[in-house]
């Protein structure tokens, strides 16, 4: 069975950093993609940020700039450190999975991702 389990979120003032982790269990090969999507209160869920398999990382417009996705292999984990947060950057952050062969590290489709997480809330305050 394949858990995702992401971690890190909290409460922080505009300006601040927060870095979010990521688990994966249950899901041995075949991932080509591995990021974070949030998605704010009444809004569609957008991508952040994305890393495939070589390592290549890829950034969405929505972050792009105050955010670093990376991975330690060793403890298989993906992280995304979030630096200078708005109060727009409230929501809900998804760790997503996908081992679909089309997808390419540019690829922010949500509906292209099969395995998620439960979120972990974000807040940032002014």
């Known amino acids: 069975q394949v858990q995702v389990v992401e971690s890190g979120g909290g409460l922080v003032q505009a300006g601040g950093s927060l870095r979010l982790s990521c688990t994966v269990s249950?899901?041995?090969?075949?991932?080509?993609?591995m990021g974070w999507f949030r998605q704010a209160s009444g809004k569609e869920r957008e991508g952040v940020a994305n890393?495939?398999?070589?390592?290549?990382?890829d950034y969405a417009d929505s972050m792009k700039g105050r955010v670093t996705i990376s991975q330690d292999n060793a403890k298989k984990t993906l992280y995304l450190q979030m630096n200078n947060l708005k109060p727009e950057d409230t929501a809900v952050y998804y760790c997503?999975?996908?081992?679909?062969?089309?997808?390419?590290?540019?690829?922010?489709?949500?509906?292209?991702?099969?395995?998620w997480g439960q979120g972990t809330q974000v807040t940032v305050s002014e």
């Open positions: 997503a999975a996908t081992t679909r062969w089309y997808c390419v590290v540019a690829d922010f489709n949500a509906a292209d991702y099969d395995y």
């Open positions: 249950g899901l041995n090969f075949g991932v080509n993609n």
């Open positions: 890393m495939d398999e070589d390592d290549r990382t």
